[in-house]
């Protein structure tokens, strides 16, 4: 599969670091020689200095019959100009990073489709919801729905309390309402099979149906957590208006940002009730004197990693059970996981997902990379015929670092045994490692 990049910026860089592990065809291009580096010799790929909105420059990238063209360069109209351009050009499909929340109303969408921008990614508004549901379940670092919610993937960091610590896996009653389908300790991410057991301190994913929510919270030794009502998010950009402007009314929200005049723009940004503060988020005294004390939840959103870990460490210090910090620089993520900071959120994670949905062959429904844990998400729809209907699932041969964690069969979600026979239509979803993706299309084609 042949993949162009425009932009090597953050998101581009990983983004192509990604997808040349998946032994792609990789073109990343950008207009600035030295954002290129060493990625040409560091990765398999070719790095090419040029322009995406020249017709010349796409065409010496290969932009003719291309299978995918991403266009992520900080400059939202050039992304999508230049999809224009490479749809103009033969690319078959093609992705759009955008700075603009209006653009992604359905109303909207038939008419860049109609000029050849296939869909469009907006970072901000990813890492929002994900930031969004993480405070309706303050006890957990992430949830997903599959279906329409016949299931849900949640992620729960284990502590001490939990009943599940130290019982191997096969001898875990049958008939539980759950299945663990990944678990990360420390680097290592681990897709269990029957004698692996839990400890404290793992990251773990559950897998199971919206009504056993419940019971999974209480063998997590979660039940204490109580519900959010109030909010400080330190920082106000585009995360923060989106995050702001989702959370239920019912929670009172405050939003410290030192530059003034973005205090001010945030006043026409966000609703009435968020009250803007003009500030510095991490001063001790100023979050003393906005109540840091009795705040539920507290969001770090400013342009420095380190800053925002800092950030989230002064706040459990003083008391804040659930914090979220905005961790740009991937080497970080597992340093923060280490000093138990709470939830990760990663923008550039969030936006892999989108392209590796776009370059697999099998009509996926859905691909998530998960922030807390190095695995990717699927749902699979299964076609008649397909490989996976033709065995149970113990005698499939599923590659190693892949896990079936559910499926769904006319709207209801249901546990998979290895004793299960998937069925047409049928929507299976599966845990893997990021390189064990693709090696699972064969059995849904």
């Given at each position: 599969m042949?993949?162009?990049?425009?932009?090597?910026?953050?998101?581009?860089?990983?983004?192509?670091?990604?997808?040349?592990?998946?032994?792609?065809?990789?073109v990343?291009?950008?207009?600035?020689?030295?954002?290129?580096?060493?990625?040409?010799?560091?990765?398999?790929?070719?790095?090419?200095?040029?322009?995406?909105?020249?017709?010349?420059?796409?065409?010496?990238a290969?932009?003719?019959?291309?299978?995918?063209?991403?266009?992520?360069?900080?400059?939202?109209?050039?992304?999508?100009?230049?999809?224009?351009?490479?749809?103009?050009?033969?690319?078959?499909?093609?992705?759009?990073?955008?700075?603009?929340?209006?653009?992604?109303?359905?109303?909207?969408?038939?008419?860049?489709?109609?000029?050849?921008?296939?869909?469009?990614?907006?970072?901000?508004?990813?890492a929002?919801?994900?930031?969004?549901?993480?405070?309706?379940?303050?006890?957990m670092?992430?949830?997903?729905?599959?279906?329409?919610?016949a299931?849900?993937?949640?992620?729960?960091?284990?502590?001490?309390?939990?009943?599940?610590?130290?019982?191997?896996?096969?001898?875990?009653?049958?008939?539980?309402?759950?299945?663990?389908?990944?678990?990360?300790?420390g680097?290592?991410?681990?897709?269990?099979?029957?004698?692996?057991?839990?400890?404290?301190?793992?990251?773990?994913?559950?897998?199971?149906?919206?009504?056993?929510?419940?019971?999974?919270?209480?063998?997590?030794?979660?039940?204490?957590?109580?519900?959010?009502?109030?909010?400080?998010?330190?920082?106000?950009?585009?995360?923060?208006?989106?995050?702001?402007?989702?959370?239920?009314?019912?929670?009172?929200?405050?939003?410290?940002?030192?530059?003034?005049?973005?205090?001010?723009?945030?006043?026409?940004?966000?609703?009435?009730?968020?009250?803007?503060?003009?500030?510095?988020?991490?001063?001790?005294?100023l979050?003393?004197s906005?109540?840091?004390d009795?705040?539920?939840?507290f969001?770090?959103?400013?342009d420095?990693?380190?800053?925002?870990?800092?950030?989230?460490?002064?706040?459990?210090?003083?008391?804040?059970?659930?914090?979220?910090?905005?961790?740009?620089?991937?080497?970080?993520?597992?340093?923060?996981?280490?000093?138990?900071?709470?939830?990760?959120?990663?923008?550039?994670?969030?936006?892999?997902?989108?392209?590796?949905?776009?370059?697999?062959?099998?009509?996926?429904?859905?691909?998530?990379?998960?922030?807390?844990?190095?695995?990717?998400?699927?749902?699979?729809?299964?076609?008649?015929?397909?490989?996976?209907?033709?065995?149970?699932?113990?005698?499939?041969?599923?590659?190693?670092?892949?896990?079936?964690?559910?499926?769904?069969?006319?709207?209801?979600?249901?546990?998979?045994?290895?004793?299960?026979?998937?069925?047409?239509?049928?929507?299976?979803i599966?845990?893997?490692?990021?390189?064990?993706?693709?090696?699972?299309?064969?059995?849904?084609?």
């Amino acid at each position: 599969m042949k993949i162009v990049i425009a932009g090597a910026g953050a998101v581009g860089t990983h983004l192509a670091k990604l997808l040349s592990q998946e032994n792609e065809n990789v073109v990343l291009m950008d207009e600035q020689e030295e954002r290129l580096g060493k990625m040409e010799s560091m990765f398999d790929l070719k790095a090419m200095v040029g322009s995406p909105v020249r017709i010349g420059d796409l065409t010496a990238a290969g932009v003719e019959g291309t299978d995918l063209f991403v266009a992520v360069t900080p400059n939202e109209s050039d992304n999508i100009t230049a999809c224009i351009l490479a749809h103009y050009l033969g690319a078959k499909k093609t992705i759009a990073r955008i700075d603009n929340y209006e653009y992604l109303q359905p109303k909207h969408r038939e008419y860049f489709q109609s000029l050849g921008v296939n869909s469009l990614i907006y970072p901000e508004q990813l890492a929002a919801e994900e930031i969004t549901t993480g405070i309706k379940y303050s006890w957990m670092r992430q949830m997903l729905e599959f279906g329409n919610g016949a299931l849900v993937m949640i992620g729960v960091k284990i502590r001490a309390n939990s009943q599940l610590l130290g019982i191997p896996f096969r001898e875990l009653a049958r008939d539980i309402p759950y299945h663990i389908v990944a678990i990360q300790r420390g680097d290592i991410t681990i897709i269990p099979r029957g004698g692996d057991i839990l400890e404290a301190d793992d990251l773990v994913c559950f897998m199971t149906t919206k009504d056993q929510i419940p019971h999974v919270r209480d063998i997590c030794g979660k039940e204490k957590f109580a519900e959010v009502r109030s909010i400080i998010i330190m920082g106000g950009g585009r995360i923060a208006v989106r995050t702001a402007n989702l959370i239920p009314d019912n929670i009172n929200v405050k939003i410290i940002e030192s530059d003034l005049n973005r205090c001010r723009r945030l006043i026409e940004l966000v609703d009435d009730r968020v009250m803007i503060i003009n500030g510095d988020g991490r001063d001790p005294d100023l979050l003393t004197s906005e109540g840091i004390d009795h705040t539920d939840a507290f969001i770090a959103l400013g342009d420095n990693s380190e800053t925002n870990i800092l950030a989230c460490l002064t706040a459990k210090k003083a008391g804040v059970y659930r914090t979220v910090a905005e961790i740009e620089n991937i080497d970080y993520i597992s340093m923060a996981e280490s000093m138990d900071i709470g939830s990760v959120i990663n923008k550039k994670k969030l936006a892999a997902s989108t392209i590796f949905q776009m370059m697999l062959k099998t009509d996926v429904s859905s691909v998530k990379c998960l922030t807390f844990i190095q695995a990717v998400v699927a749902e699979f729809p299964v076609r008649e015929g397909a490989a996976i209907t033709r065995k149970p699932v113990k005698d499939l041969g599923l590659p190693s670092g892949a896990n079936i964690g559910g499926l769904i069969r006319n709207g209801e979600g249901l546990r998979v045994s290895g004793n299960t026979m998937i069925q047409a239509e049928d929507h299976v979803i599966i845990f893997c490692l990021e390189k064990v993706l693709k090696k699972l299309e064969k059995y849904f084609n």
